[in-house]
């Protein structure tokens, strides 16, 4: 795209210099003032012409990214909006089974396609907070609370991240650390 911007640009810059030759020959000659009229009339249409396509090029552009930012969060809102319903019946069990373990695992990798870092740190305390309780199996009221504690924390940072209103950002080592972390609390295995 950008290419093609920079060529029409190019070809624009080189009508504007080729058209004012033109014109500066054609008014130091002779020629009759209906020619003179003509080639200012053509050189003025390419000129139209290619700055209409530049700009509406331009716009073009624009517009898609617009709609890939709008699918983008679509996306990130459908997201997390599971996982707030997924984390919510989580919770609301007395018991925790390994089917949980495995959903907030899945949980886990999908938001880390869509979640910014603060998401994915918040995410990662709640992991945190969950497999404490996980390897006690009941969960106490006092566990609840803090787990929904964590899920209200876990809940700001994910409106944060839909209103971008945070400017952070990780390397994608950090990223992975933070995500493996996660990963490593609700190993299956570990207990």
Known sequence: MRDKFLLRLILLTATVVFGYILIRTVLTSDFNPMVTELFAAIIGFALTVMTTSLL??????????????????????????????????????KRINPDDVMELRLLNQRISFIGSPDVLVAFNKFVRAFAEIAHKQEKG???????????????????????QTSKKHLNADEIKGIILSSDDLLDINAR
Not at 62 to 81: D, G, P, T
Not at 142 to 163: A, G, K, P, Q
Request: proline content about 0%.
């Open 141 to 163: 009221d006092e566990m609840i609370d803090n787990l929904l504690d964590e899920m209200s924390l876990l809940t700001v940072h994910i409106r944060n991240d839909l209103f």
């Open 56 to 93: 509406l090029s331009k716009q073009t552009e624009a517009e898609l990214r617009k709609e890939e930012s709008v699918q983008f969060l679509n996306l990130k809102m459908n997201i997390y909006v599971e996982l707030l319903n997924q984390l919510k019946d989580i919770i609301a069990k």
